[in-house]
């Protein structure tokens, strides 16, 4: 079956980058049509989707976040890494990974919880 | 950009039927699939409704989801409310034009 998993620092500075890792089972990110994306959730707000990578490399970003984000993925490895740099307190969230094979996330992480403060 | 908007919260009885509109800010609704989301305190969102109107094997048939083009929405309609239908709801469809995931921004669903 599809797992995925996030992992991290639960606690990062302002200015700092957040490098988080999504590692997943059940899928290869080699297969047509499939991607893993990274959605946040800061505490008590909606889900806010961030960035997405696809079998074929294909990377796209949140329009709002894009000059911070970089995703990329280790096939080999069955993981996905998102760094989001500068990081300020209102980035403070639950960060999930999630999978996808079509435009909806049908497999999602558990999500971890990244809190931004001196 | 293009956005989803959601009524932050409704409430009804159990029982009963509640509808959640997700209404698009430009473009047509109906040009990409709206899937949705239920979302229980402390855990990861799961879905309900995919592809518009398709329901997982393991959701129940008191879910259903529709578009309504000439508002531009879709909609989440449960139906014989139960306590555990209490949750927080996300639609979420595709930006065609700028390649972009977008979600609503959630409804509270309270059984009273």
């Known amino acids: 079956q599809i797992t995925l998993k996030e992992s991290g620092p639960t606690l990062v500075k302002p200015t700092q980058t957040l490098t988080l890792t999504c590692t997943f089972s059940g899928f290869s990110l080699s297969t047509t049509g499939v991607g893993v994306g990274w959605i946040r959730q800061p505490p008590g707000k909606a889900l806010e989707w961030l960035a997405l990578i696809s079998w074929d490399d294909d990377e796209r970003y949140s329009p709002s976040l894009k000059s911070r984000l970089r995703i990329t993925k280790d096939t080999s490895k069955n993981q996905v890494v998102l760094k989001m740099t500068n990081m300020d307190p209102v980035d403070t969230a639950t960060y999930f990974c999630?999978?996808?094979?079509?435009?909806?996330?049908?497999?999602w992480g558990q999500g971890t919880l990244v809190t931004v403060s001196s | 950009n293009f956005m989803l908007t959601q009524p932050h919260s409704v409430s009804e009885s159990p029982g009963k039927t509640v509808t959640i509109s997700c209404t698009g800010s430009s473009g047509s609704i109906a040009s990409n699939f709206v899937h949705w989301y239920q979302q229980r305190p402390g855990s990861a969102p799961t879905t309900v409704i995919f592809?518009?109107?398709?329901?997982p094997s393991e959701v129940p048939d008191r879910f259903s989801g529709s578009i309504d083009s000439s508002s531009n929405s879709a909609s989440l309609t449960i139906s014989e409310l139960k306590t555990e239908d209490e949750a927080d709801y996300y639609c979420q469809s595709f930006d065609s034009a700028n390649h972009n995931w977008v979600f609503g921004g959630g409804t509270k669903v309270t059984v009273l």
């Open positions: 999630a999978h996808t094979s079509s435009q909806d996330f049908d497999y």
């Open positions: 592809e518009d109107n398709r329901r």
